[in-house]
T-cell receptor, first 117, second 114 residues
């Protein structure tokens, strides 16, 4: 069965430093998508970045980049130059195709990031 | 363009009561989803709908029913609420023709069952 694993329940990083949040996945599909979402204390879910399984380049969106290592089945999120506003819960997710050909998504348990001033 | 809206934002129920959580999206998305979020558990899929008139069970469907009323609306019903259903409920939608197919989430409903 498809699975997403986030092994870091909590992380601390100093302001302006870079931080890597780990995500490993398990799937037998050839075509899949990997996502990262941010959930601040206010509770909303904010889409950050997407990586397709066939994308040859690692995805980047501003200060966010996704370190995609297909053979290792890892999709780590790198946040550069951390800001106090980056303090939040971060979820890794994978899009899978169902037997009926539709898409559904599975989520990891999340990593709570705290940026220190 | 409101995106995904959910009502109510907060609700307290007594065990055995019923209620319906409403969700609507104005982005013309085909797929819609209901999740619950519990501490330390991430988001778990309750039900999803690939298109109007179709629904499928997710990871934790027991105790819930859904209706895809039309393309815009996807409701979640608790027929007989239990304390184990205390959670934050998120509705989401996604398009089927965009590159990433990422999900767009509503603001959530915080439900407490006493």
């Amino acid at each position: 069965a498809q699975k997403i694993t986030q092994t870091q329940p909590g992380m601390f990083v100093q302001e302006k430093e870079a931080v890597t949040l780990d995500c490993t996945y398990d799937t037998s599909d050839q075509s899949y998508g990997l996502f990262w979402y941010k959930q601040p204390s206010s509770g909303e879910m904010i889409f950050l970045i997407y990586q397709g399984s066939y994308d040859e380049q690692n995805a980047t969106e501003g200060r966010y980049s996704l370190n995609f290592q297909k053979a290792r089945k890892s999709a780590n999120l790198v946040i550069s130059a951390s800001q106090l506003g980056d303090s939040a819960m971060y979820f890794c997710a994978m899009r899978e195709v169902t037997t009926s050909g539709t898409y559904k998504y599975i989520f990891g348990t999340g990593t709570r990031l705290k940026v220190l001033a | 363009n409101a995106g995904v809206t959910q009502t109510p934002k907060f609700q307290v129920l007594k065990t055995g009561q019923s209620m319906t959580l409403q969700c609507a999206q104005d982005m013309n998305h085909n797929s819609m989803y209901w999740y619950r979020q519990d501490p330390g558990m991430g988001l778990r899929l309750i039900y999803y709908s690939a298109s109007e008139g179709t629904t499928d069970k997710g990871e934790v469907p027991n105790g819930y029913n859904v209706s895809r009323l039309n393309k815009r609306e996807f409701s979640l019903r608790l027929e007989s609420a239990a304390p184990s259903q205390t959670s934050v409920y998120f509705c989401a939608s996604s398009p089927s023709r965009d590159r990433g197919y990422e999900q767009y989430f509503g603001p959530g409903t915080r439900l407490t069952v006493t």
